[in-house]
């Protein structure tokens, strides 16, 4: 579906408004969907659609997942999430998988952004310049 600008606008809009203290308040984006349902605006199918794009992008945003190759101790898992806490800000949410197919080292995949500081990536940087 082709989104117009007007809507993307609106949508924008919507999604400022569901900001309060720089995160993205849960209440606030029901209710705004309910009154666009309700109200039925020109082109509101369009609205509701790059709002629900822009949700996901901050609920990306404000998600991030740390891999290792073994489980990692209590004091690295809270130095690691101060570390995320200090760069993305409060409200990120932080899940810990251990991969054993990473060998050692640690990969953050926070958004689009990724750190990958494994053993693997370095193996596999070594065979590709090879």
């Known amino acids: 579906m082709k989104i117009g600008k007007q809507a993307r606008r609106d949508a ?9 203290n720089g995160l993205l308040d849960e209440n606030r984006v029901r209710q705004a969907v309910s009154a666009v349902i309700g109200g039925k605006p020109r082109g509101y199918a369009a609205i509701l ?9 901050d609920i990306e945003k404000r998600t991030a997942m740390v891999e290792s190759a073994a489980q990692l101790s209590d004091s690295l898992i809270a ?11 409060p409200g990120l949410g932080v899940s810990f998988v251990v991969n054993p197919a990473l060998i050692g080292g640690l990969r953050v995949k926070v958004g689009s952004d990724v750190f990958d500081g494994t053993v693997q990536a370095r193996l596999n940087e070594l065979a590709g310049g090879m």
């Open 12 to 20: 924008k809009a919507l999604f400022t408004a569901c900001i309060v």
């Open 49 to 57: 659609s790059q709002f629900l794009r822009l949700v996901k992008l």
């Open 79 to 89: 130095s690691v999430n101060t570390s995320l806490a200090q760069r993305y800000g």
